[in-house]
């Protein structure tokens, strides 16, 4: 009998009686989920931007140190920033390494944790764009946000075949003395712009 | 026989460190509180994942097999392996078919338990373990000493030190800072060469055949973005049915593990990089048995977030090391003596059965009363001494028959007083080692009520 | 008038008589016809909590015969009392009487509070009390509110003895951490055991406590005997003796 039988066999013949599965329990709700996202990403080192436009993005961006000392820039925004890497060119995503910035599209915010949802077909080409670029920038919509991870998933739209995360701020690590270092492996910062009225 | 209690002692003999360390691990637990407090629905939270996890486990093998359907179809490819040499095998099947010999690993309990890094390095394979952390203690070849913290028994000064003479920081730096950067540059040399990243799978969702890492640094994002050959390994209990269930899960795990209210990746695999593959290795390795097991199964329901360990106030002051196994702590105190009683029966005792893990517990696994209960395996196993079973029924003896329990305490309560310290404080007492035995009163409460109605 | 029961705990009987006197005080005050029937011993735990429950199980027995003919058992100690509701069910379930006699088997604070319903504790005492809010009875009994759950904070003790003219309520660092007793955990792991009471002490040392209450008098043996040993000038009291110089309504 093969493993995979023997194992499921064993499983089967082992089981407590059925147990059924329960209701969602209803997720906090906030009356000003921007205030909340914005507290809750920045509280996770990343830096939140409020913008009414994208023109305004692109000034604000012309400001942001880690933009303007970035020389390898992707973009995925349309009309967001001056890009010089052309993600679809790209073959093989050891040659993203050295990339100083990306400026992604987050679909939605979760205000109660500051994580912004990020479908693989946002990524481009090559998906490792997100973690292995020096510095991130992430544009969201204002109008994109919801309370809670029930409604965060509620709204995710499994590509399948695919890809698709939530990221929350820069990477991070407190492995050393429980130090918390901002920059571990993935990007160093991540500065957030929510864009609209 | 791991000796908890001997290695607990000689951690503790170095009193300073224990407080520190002691001090960290609180510090966790408090974050936790906060960021629980902050959810008002919090208890509802950890009521739905515990019912979410018990439904998942009374139809484990449908969800299972849902769970491949689903993957197959994202073009990922499923391996089934009863034990932890399986296991092993098929992940060295996987690089050895390819003539891959650079692995990147990011965080997985599993791939400990079956031993997976000697495994493949005496098959030439270089295995690098790309979590701070775990990195950190690869680099001292030791295993980790928590589950979500593998490094929190070290002080920077000691990392520090290791970094200078592998990875050649400057001697005497210890800002960790510095020390990051250096870890940094150093995994990303690892990262770009290497031809397979393993992974492990933080919840598997049968509903869209797909697989969640969480991670705050992003190395497994690295790891796995990078070469073309992704390799997730769960245990056979990591499923969970839908998508909305995760929707539980990741309000509860980051907040329950260190303090955040989510780790800054949260990623979802549903299939392979353009050109790559993607395979997950579903393994066993007792945890059927387990399931059968009336009393512990609910310990299959762990999502190894590690608070059961950052609450223990045992644990705090023994460090991971004392329990000898991969998984420490509470939780750690159950899944050993359950895969071998014998090696590891001292685990259940090194517990005070305070309660307060199970209070923590995302997911509520009753750790303490598991505790209590394994105590009496241990004892039907006759795998406690024979010196503390006939201890206890001697004891017990006495107890049940009141004038026997009367006598033997008018004795000890005349001859204690009487005996010279040098006897009453010597070795065998183990209480008198650091605390004065109780002032033996000359009447009893049953004296005292006697003289009072007569 | 129903009939109460008192349970002495063995290590009550035999070396802190006084918390037994203290208790008997507290509920006669309250007008309780209240019964010690001498046939009683130990709930058992000291076997049990060694997995010994085959050499626990005639103490079960015989607890349920001793205690089955009363209202209500009250005993000052929250582990006797976790014992006999949360652990008996394994020795004696189904037989007759069982039933009744867990679910009015109290711990004195909860019985006060919730079957006596004391609304108000006339007396005075006059210190800077430390509560030492022991595992059993707060995790097991919930006793409290513990501070790793999330419900509404409440606490039944603090209730009790807060109302103590005089009395000062300090507020420690960790207010519910275990003080290592933990019962034969005390001698097994005695390294670990005496670092856990130290850390509690010096907890109640830095918040300026000069005595130390409980609701279980194992927990404070424990604490006491490390304090004697370090000659600290802290004292131990059970709440019931606390509470026996005060009027309970």
């Known amino acids: 009998m093969s493993s995979r039988d023997t194992i499921l066999n064993a499983l089967r013949r082992n089981a407590p009686p059925l147990s059924p599965a329960p209701r969602m329990p209803e997720g906090i709700t906030y009356p000003d989920p921007e205030k909340q996202f914005a507290a809750a990403f920045t509280s996770v080192g990343g830096e939140f931007v409020r913008v009414p436009d994208y023109a305004t993005l692109n000034v604000e961006l012309d400001k942001l140190p880690y933009y303007t000392n970035a020389h390898r820039i992707v973009s995925l925004v349309e009309g967001v920033g001056t890009p010089n890497v052309a993600l679809d060119s790209i073959q093989d995503p050891h040659a993203l390494e050295g990339v100083d910035l990306a400026i992604i599209p987050g679909e939605f915010g979760v205000a109660e944790n500051g994580a912004v949802w990020i479908p693989g077909s946002a990524l481009g080409s090559q998906r490792a764009v997100y973690v292995i670029s020096e510095h991130l920038v992430l544009v969201v919509a204002a109008d994109r946000l919801v309370s809670n991870m029930h409604q965060a998933y509620e709204r995710v739209k499994i590509e399948r075949p695919g890809f698709g995360l939530f990221i929350s701020g820069p990477s991070k690590t407190a492995d050393i003395e429980q130090a918390l270092v901002i920059g571990a492996h993935g990007p160093r910062s991540c500065t957030l712009y929510m864009v609209g009225p | ?454 | 008038m129903p009939k109460v029961g008192l349970f002495v705990p063995c290590y009550i009987d035999q070396l802190y008589p006084q918390v037994g006197i203290a208790t008997l005080r507290v509920l006669r005050q309250l007008g309780l016809d209240v019964d010690y029937p001498e046939e009683q011993t130990c709930c058992g735990q000291p076997m049990a909590n060694s997995g010994c429950a085959e050499d626990a199980r005639p103490l079960a027995e015989r607890f349920l015969n001793v205690f089955g003919r009363y209202d209500y058992v009250v005993a000052p100690s929250g582990s006797c009392v976790s014992m006999v509701r949360n652990h008996y069910a394994q020795w004696l379930k189904g037989k007759p009487g069982f039933d009744r006699l867990r679910v009015n088997t109290f711990e004195l604070c909860e019985y006060l509070v919730e079957i006596a319903h004391v609304a108000s504790v006339d007396g005075d005492f006059p210190r800077r009390v430390g509560l030492l809010m022991s595992c059993h009875g707060l995790r097991e009994l919930r006793l409290a509110r513990s501070s790793e759950r999330m419900d509404a904070p409440f606490n039944k003790v603090r209730q009790l003895l807060a109302q103590l003219r005089g009395i000062e309520l300090v507020e420690v660092t960790r207010p519910d951490e275990c003080c290592g007793f933990g019962g034969t955990f005390a001698v097994n792991e005695e390294a670990v055991s005496c670092m856990m009471g130290r850390d509690r002490i010096a907890d109640f040392e830095s918040a300026k406590a000069e005595v130390i209450a409980g609701y279980d008098m194992s927990c404070l043996m424990h604490l006491d005997g490390l304090i004697r040993r370090a000659r600290k000038p802290l004292k131990v009291l059970h709440v019931a003796e606390i509470l026996q110089g005060a009027k309970l309504a």
């Not at chain 2, 360990?309 to 702590?329: A, D, E, K, L």
Request: charged share 25%.
């Open chain 2, 1 to 454: 026989m791991t000796d908890h209690a001997a290695k607990a002692a000689a951690f503790v003999a170095d009193e300073p460190r224990t407080h520190w360390h002691d001090q960290a691990l609180w510090f966790v637990r408090l974050k936790r509180d906060r960021q629980a407090a902050s959810i008002p629905e919090w208890e509802a939270l950890r009521t739905a994942a515990a019912s979410i996890k018990a439904h998942t486990l009374s139809r484990l093998a449908d969800y299972l097999e849902e769970f491949e359907r689903n993957a197959q179809a994202n073009g990922i490819k499923v391996h089934w392996a009863r034990d932890g040499a399986e296991h092993n095998e098929i992940v060295y099947r996987i690089l050895s078919e390819r003539g891959a010999t650079r692995l990147v690993k990011s965080k997985s309990m599993l791939t400990e338990e079956c031993h997976l890094n000697p495994y493949l390095e005496a098959r030439g394979i270089e295995v690098t373990d790309s979590d701070l952390g775990e990195r950190i203690v690869q680099l001292r070849h030791e295993p980790p000493s928590h589950i979500v913290l593998p490094a929190i028994h070290l002080k920077k000064e000691d990392i520090g030190d290791l970094f200078h003479e592998k990875l050649g920081t400057e001697a005497g730096a210890s800002d960790p800072k510095y020390l990051t950067e250096a870890a940094r540059r150093h995994l990303r040399e690892r990262f770009m060469a290497a031809e397979v990243g393993l992974t492990g799978v933080n919840f598997a969702i049968a509903e869209t055949g797909g697989v969640v890492v969480c991670t705050n640094e992003g190395n497994a994002d690295m790891g796995t973005g990078l070469p073309p050959v992704h390799i997730a390994c769960m245990g056979v209990e990591k499923i969970i049915p839908r998508l909305e269930d995760l929707g539980v899960f990741t309000r509860l795990l980051a907040r329950s593990a260190t303090g955040q209210p989510v780790t800054t990746y949260t990623s979802h695999f549903h299939g392979p990089v353009r050109g790559g593959e993607m395979h997950v290795v579903i393994v066993d390795n007792g945890r059927s048995a387990i399931l059968g097991n009336e009393v512990f199964r609910r310990s299959l329901s762990c999502i190894r977030c590690g608070a059961c360990m950052n609450t223990c106030p045992v644990f705090r002051r023994s460090g991971g090391y004392s329990y000898g196994y991969t998984v420490p702590g509470p939780i750690g105190s159950i899944l050993a003596p359950l895969r071998e009683p014998e090696k590891y029966g001292t685990l259940p005792f090194a517990s005070s059965l305070c309660g307060s893990c199970s209070d923590v517990c995302p997911v509520k696994i009753d750790l303490h009363h598991e505790l209590y209960e394994f105590r009496q395996e241990l004892v039907r196993k006759k795998v406690v001494p024979w010196s503390k079973r006939f201890g206890m029924a001697v004891l017990g003896f006495i107890l049940a028959r009141p004038w026997l329990y009367r006598l033997a305490g008018k004795l000890a309560r005349w001859i204690v007083p009487r005996l010279p310290r040098s006897l009453t404080y010597a070795r065998y007492n183990a209480w008198g080692r650091q605390r004065e035995l109780p002032a033996m009163p000359r009447e009893s409460f049953r004296d005292l009520i006697r003289k009072e109605s007569a």
